[in-house]
């Protein structure tokens, strides 16, 4: 079955970088996209961008385009996000999720971890 | 303001239908497909409706979607306490080009 594991909350200082990471299994990585969408507390979803997994292309949301880094590792079916110069307005629980390619449908989800940007 | 808008509320009692309204552009809803999300408290969102009416599979036939021109609507019938939940719309914008999704509407089952 499909699965999506994230790694753990983190917590940061402003100014910092976070890389959080999304591992797959159950499926073939490379047949799907990977986007990552942010929720802050009590907020709702914002969309940050996707990677292709096939290739590592990726498209950014105009909003992170400056500070956001995604990339794959096709051998370990896990891609990445990082995300630099954090501030408050930063904190965030991080979602990845699975994509049928050509779409922008989301079928599967990771548990996404809280991001604490705190000094 | 959002791009895509829904009610911040709505609220039903078990057995009753409910519809929730997701409101656009012809840039979003108006060009391009709709899919609706649930998220339980504490819990990442589930997909419940894609392609403006279709199910996932494991999703229950009481949920259904619509769309006509720059608005999209997710109805639950049969109401269960179950379904008491957050619910998102999202959709592509042509001109702004990304994923938005609307502001989300709690559902209360009374």
């Known amino acids: 079955q499909v699965q999506i594991v994230q790694s753990g909350a983190e917590v940061k200082t402003p100014g910092a970088s976070v890389k959080v990471s999304c591992k797959t299994s159950?499926?073939?990585?490379?047949?799907?996209?990977i986007h990552w969408v942010r929720q802050a507390p009590g907020q709702s979803f914002e969309w940050m961008g996707w990677?292709?997994?096939?290739?590592?292309?990726?498209r950014y949301s105009q909003n992170f385009q400056d500070r956001v880094t995604m990339t794959r590792d096709t051998s370990a079916s896990t891609a990445y996000m990082e995300l630099s110069s954090l501030r408050s307005e930063d904190t965030a629980v991080y979602y990845c999720a699975r994509n049928i390619r050509g779409t922008f449908i989301f079928d599967f989800w990771g548990q996404g971890p809280l991001v604490t940007v705190s000094s | 303001q959002s791009v895509v808008t829904q009610p911040p509320s709505a609220s039903g009692t078990p057995g009753q239908r409910v519809t929730i309204s997701c409101s656009g552009s012809?840039?979003?809803?108006?060009?391009?497909?709709v899919n609706w999300y649930q998220q339980l408290p504490g819990t990442a969102p589930r997909l419940l409706i894609y392609?403006?009416?279709q199910r996932p599979s494991g999703v229950p036939d009481r949920f259904s979607g619509s769309k006509s021109g720059t608005s999209a609507s997710l109805a639950i019938s049969g109401l269960q306490a179950e379904d008491e939940a957050d619910y998102y719309c999202a959709v592509w914008d042509d001109r702004l080009k990304g994923v938005f999704f609307g502001g989300g509407t709690k559902l209360a089952v009374l």
């Open positions: 012809r840039s979003n809803i108006g060009s391009n497909t």
């Open positions: 392609t403006n009416n």
């Open positions: 159950g499926y073939t990585f490379t047949d799907y996209a």
């Open positions: 990677i292709n997994a096939v290739n590592g292309d990726t």
